[in-house]
Each structure stands twice: as structure tokens, then as C-alpha cells.
């Protein structure tokens, strides 16, 4: 069974920081892209990170470049979100999403809450 649980989100002040983690389980792990997307109420999924197979390569949205380091740790089958000077709007559902590269499988987690706000 494909399951990606993501944890670390909550409520944070502005210019805070969260670290988002994602465990991978029922796939194999470092044969997928891993990526972050978020959703905010009334607005379209967006992508955030993506990094890639050896977490040698890393792409991020331009409105978190400098703020935002994706990670990934593939023994422990686990990607991870570092969020530095966390911005209200940031505030969002974030997703964890893998895809397969020869093929483009995919499968999504749950999401986890982040709140920006004081």
C-alpha cells in the first residue's frame, strides 16, 4: 500500500520557521522525483520544490528561492521542507508528491496545514 504521510505543520508567527517531513512507504523510494506543492484557500495547486533522484538537484518556485530548502534522505525513505522567514502568505495545505521518472507514476499525500500569522 502507497502511502506519503507528511508532518511537521502548524501555526507560526511571521518570520518564523517549520521543517515539513514527508515518509514515503509502499514504492520505491529513490526511483521518485519528490516534490512539495501547496494549495491556499480559493487559489490553484502550486508547486513549491522539486529535487531529484540522488537530491543533487533542486528546483524552487521564485516566491520561496532563498527561503525554502527541500531535502530528501532516501535510507529513511523520507523528503523533507526547511521554511525560513515564513511569510503570511505561505499560509497553505502542503502537499508531498512523488513521481516516477521513466514513467510518471505519481501518487500524493494528505497535506499538512501551515499557518502564517500572529
Known amino acids: 500500500q502507497v502511502q506519503l504521510v507528511e508532518s511537521g505543520g502548524g501555526l507560526v508567527q511571521p518570520g518564523g520557521s517549520l521543517r515539513l517531513s514527508c515518509a514515503a512507504s509502499g514504492f520505491t523510494f529513490s526511483r521518485y522525483a519528490m516534490s512539495w506543492y501547496r494549495q491556499a484557500p480559493g487559489k490553484e495547486r502550486e508547486l513549491v520544490a522539486t529535487i531529484s533522484l540522488t537530491g543533487d538537484n533542486a528546483n524552487y518556485a521564485d516566491s520561496v528561492v532563498g527561503r525554502f530548502t527541500i531535502s530528501r534522505d532516501n535510507a529513511k525513505r523520507t523528503v523533507f521542507l526547511e521554511m525560513n522567514s515564513l511569510k503570511p502568505e505561505d499560509t497553505a495545505l502542503y502537499y508531498c508528491?512523488?513521481?516516477?521518472?521513466?514513467?510518471?507514476?505519481?501518487?500524493w499525500g494528505q497535506g499538512t496545514q501551515v499557518t502564517v500569522s500572529s
Open positions: 508528491y512523488a513521481r516516477r521518472v521513466w514513467d510518471g507514476l505519481d501518487y
